[in-house]
């Protein structure tokens, strides 16, 4: 399963190569704006616009409250995936 993760572009490292650095959920990593970039704009106009991260690039660009409704999604299935360890762990 492959799954986009929402984050937050917080500034443009390198023009050039259309990277910028992604804040999610406080930990933050260089991404490839290249998806989302349209030709002609300047990469800034990104920073602090919300994206959806797969694999080092930010896929598209998305609002705020689908990024947290995405976070708050997420957060739930690390919390019951915790949950089934504990159950398989009791079953054992």
């Known amino acids: ?3 986009g993760i929402p984050g937050k572009i917080v500034s443009i490292v390198d023009v ?3 990277l910028g650095l992604v804040d ?3 930990i933050q990593r260089e991404v490839s704006l290249s998806c989302v970039a349209e030709e002609g704009q300047p990469l800034e106009k990104y920073i602090d616009e919300w994206v959806l ?4 690039f930010a896929m598209s660009v998305i ?3 689908e ?3 995405t ?5 739930e299935l690390g919390e019951m ?3 089934l360890q504990a159950m398989q762990q009791g079953a054992s």
């Open 63 to 65: 609002d705020e409250n």
């Open 67 to 69: 990024a947290q409704a």
């Open 24 to 26: 999610v959920g406080g």
């Open 81 to 83: 995936q915790q949950e």
């Open 53 to 56: 991260v797969h694999v080092g």
């Open 16 to 18: 050039e190569q259309q």
């Open 71 to 75: 976070l708050a999604v997420l957060t």
């Open 1 to 3: 399963m492959c799954l």
